[in-house]
């Protein structure tokens, strides 16, 4: 492996793993300038919409960047870690045609310090069914393309600031549609929901599909009764259908979809019949 970088923009050309180099410009994949990000360096995938691989515990970097002018695509398979200093940015800029993408894998981490923008200005889709540790503020569609989350069965994504869909600071829509999926088994932990019910914004969506939930500490009840009376959180695929609890014992406000309801009806014969709707 080449020494790491020193603050520079590393990019990676065409796809393969994150060990790689190019030191002369004749391989076909590998970090261009002979060098592996470091801790000083911004790291890109935005080679023709090339794959850059992780499957061990890469050193820091500063900088994460997916989609830069080009589309590009980062995953994190079992066993890959990697931990950015400041910020990620999946869908950094080049509109709407350019696509980030990063992909964690069950067995993945994805840590961040900083905020992490999902579609800022390019179109951006983040795929978690490992573990994403972001520091501080998600926001998703916070510029001129769309964003997607979508954390599948296993999958735990936690946010250390505030979450906005749609807007660029939790309040002020952005121009642009996001939409956040926690399916079956996902889990996203949260720590700061906008209380004016401006987190989300019309158009973007933060749905919940069977088992999966949203958490966070506090009693934020009252916080989510304003985006689920205007639709904006949707359960199985219907505006409003979540409820919000609060567990003081355990100090934790979560969200999810209810249980059908049991009806009871009288059949035949006085036999009691029992039907889930």
């Known amino acids: 492996m080449a020494s790491v970088g020193n603050a520079a923009n590393l990019r990676y050309k065409g796809s393969g793993p994150w060990e790689d180099v190019d030191p002369d410009g004749t391989a076909d994949h590998g970090w261009q300038n002979a060098t592996v990000p470091g801790s000083a360096d911004t790291a890109r995938a935005n080679w023709a919409g090339g794959t850059v691989t992780l499957n061990y515990a890469a050193p820091q970097v500063d900088r994460i960047q997916l989609g830069v002018d080009e589309s590009g695509e980062f995953h994190i398979l079992n066993g890959g870690i990697l931990d ?34 999902v579609g800022s200005n390019a179109t951006g889709v983040m795929t978690v069914d490992g573990i994403a540790n972001l520091g501080s503020h998600l926001w998703v569609a916070s510029g001129g393309a769309g964003g997607s989350v979508d954390i599948n069965n296993g999958g735990i994504v936690n946010v250390g600031g505030m979450i906005g869909i749609g807007t660029v600071n939790a309040v002020d829509p952005s121009g642009s549609n996001g939409t956040v999926n926690v399916n079956e ?11 004016a019910g401006t987190s989300i914004q019309p158009g973007s969506m933060l749905n919940l599909y069977g088992t999966g939930r949203i958490e966070m500490i506090g009693n934020f009840v009252g916080h989510f009764d304003k985006y689920i009376a205007a639709g904006l959180i949707s359960g199985d695929g219907i505006p409003g259908n979540v409820i919000a609890t609060f567990d003081a014992g355990a100090n934790l406000t979560t969200v999810v979809v209810p249980e059908p309801a049991t009806m009871i009806l009288l059949g035949l014969g006085g036999l009691l019949i029992r039907k889930r709707c």
Do not use: E, Q, S, Y
């Open 84 to 117: 950015v200093i400041r910020t990620a940015t999946v869908g950094n800029n080049g509109g709407a045609g350019v696509v980030g993408t990063l992909t964690i894998d069950a067995g993945g981490v994805f840590d961040v310090g900083g905020w992490t923008k």
């Open 185 to 195: 088994g996902g889990l996203l932990n949260l720590a700061n929901i906008h209380g």
